[in-house]
């Protein structure tokens, strides 16, 4: 990240805040008045023994407020200090004052078993993409969504010295659809103590399917992809965007690098500068014929690491977009078929969404 300066300080309750701007701003030196306390909670992990995985049970985070009137991710005013003591930002990045996982993470030796309870360590960061409370992701220039994407891949390289993080990811939950508490534009990061339940079913798969055939799972889905050409919506020299084949969303898009990268920290500089535009018009694609508050998951999934900290070659970085937006003003919600037996049923054909949105970004580029 040669051309940002970081510059830190310490909140009223002991977390760290982050400041990146392109010039050394200063800003690290304005001080958070408000008044001390505890600070965060942490939560436990309990095990399920049907479906060996650990769920996380963060009491505390009930109380963290619901779409405030004073926002806490603005600069601070006279009359509302907020999570940015310094009066402007350009991009800021803080630990999260109600996480699902906090604690230094130690050796995952906690026997799983039925009623195995356990700390929920781990690391969760806030990265505020701007000051401006009314922008959004998808309507900042294209240098900052860059500069933005070089500030994830370096929490990504610092997260994963802790001990015993396993995988870490960057996501951006959008509209009030999918539930988000504040709208300013922002987007978390999660340091994980363990591989989540999702990343290690694919990456069983993907581990078990080089053993068997000695090839790399992600890079024939993407070969597959680009062969059938009909859910591709855009290709650039270094990323490819489609609808997949299985989508299970009715608004589904994953983007991959044309070369196997195990993570952010991977990235060049022509990457985070082809990826920033490629985003921001598949985004802007999808809020064209709807309102910009449509709601939307984003997620960068990264190679997990081994117990003992190893990238043993298998994962891969991929970018991912889902939206429960079905048509204009109808949403899919997760009923009892997909949120309870896990068996999702598609209202969209990923082919017609690649289509639809290939127009919208065809109509956008030459308008
Ligand atoms: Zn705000």
């Known amino acids: 990240m040669p051309d940002l300066q970081e510059e830190t300080a310490t909140l009223f309750d002991g977390r760290i805040l982050r400041y990146f701007d392109v010039v050394n701003s200063g800003r690290a030196a304005a001080t958070d008045q408000r008044r001390a306390d505890s600070g965060p909670a942490q939560g436990q992990q309990r095990w399920d023994p049907l479906r060996q995985e650990w769920v996380t049970v963060s009491a505390a985070r009930n109380g963290r407020p619901l779409l405030p009137v004073d926002c806490p991710l603005c600069p601070t005013t006279t009359g509302n200090p907020t999570e940015i003591p310094a009066q402007d ?44 409370h009314a922008s959004a992701y998808h309507q900042l220039d294209t240098k900052r969504i860059a500069d933005i994407l070089s500030v994830q891949a370096q929490r990504t390289a610092e997260l994963f010295e802790r001990p015993d993080v396993r995988e870490v990811t960057c996501f951006e939950n959008r509209g009030v659809d999918i539930g988000v508490t504040l709208h300013h534009p922002h987007g978390q990061i999660y340091a994980y103590p363990d591989v989540t339940p999702t990343t290690a079913l694919q990456y ?72 920033a535009p ?74 017609s969404l690649a289509e639809h949105l290939r127009t919208h970004l065809n109509t956008r580029e030459s308008a």
């Not at 003992?308 to 970085?317: E, I, S, W």
């Open 89 to 132: 930002y350009y991009i800021a990045v803080f630990d999260n004052r109600f996480p699902s996982f906090t604690g230094t993470p130690t050796r995952s030796d906690q026997s799983a078993e039925l009623g195995a309870e356990r700390p929920a360590n781990g690391h969760c960061e806030v990265v505020c993409f701007s000051a401006d």
């Open 278 to 351: 490629l985003v921001k018009s598949i985004l802007a694609a999808m809020t064209t014929d709807l309102s910009d508050d449509v709601p939307y998951m984003t997620a960068w999934r990264q190679a997990p690491r081994t117990a003992d900290g190893r990238f043993d070659g298998v994962g891969r970085l991929r970018f991912e977009i889902v939206s429960p937006r079905r048509s204009a003003g109808k949403l899919k919600y997760l009923a009892s078929s997909e949120a309870l037996m896990g068996a999702f049923v598609n209202d969209v054909a990923p082919e």
């Open 204 to 275: 069983t798969n993907a581990l078990r399917h080089r053993r068997d055939t000695g090839k790399d799972l992600f890079q024939e889905i993407l070969d597959f992809e680009v062969r059938a050409g009909e859910r591709i919506i855009a290709e650039t020299d270094h990323w490819v965007a489609f609808v997949p084949h299985s989508a299970r969303w009715p608004c589904e898009i994953h983007i991959y690098p044309t070369t196997g990268l195990r993570d952010l920290t991977e990235l060049d500089e022509p990457r985070i500068h082809g990826f």
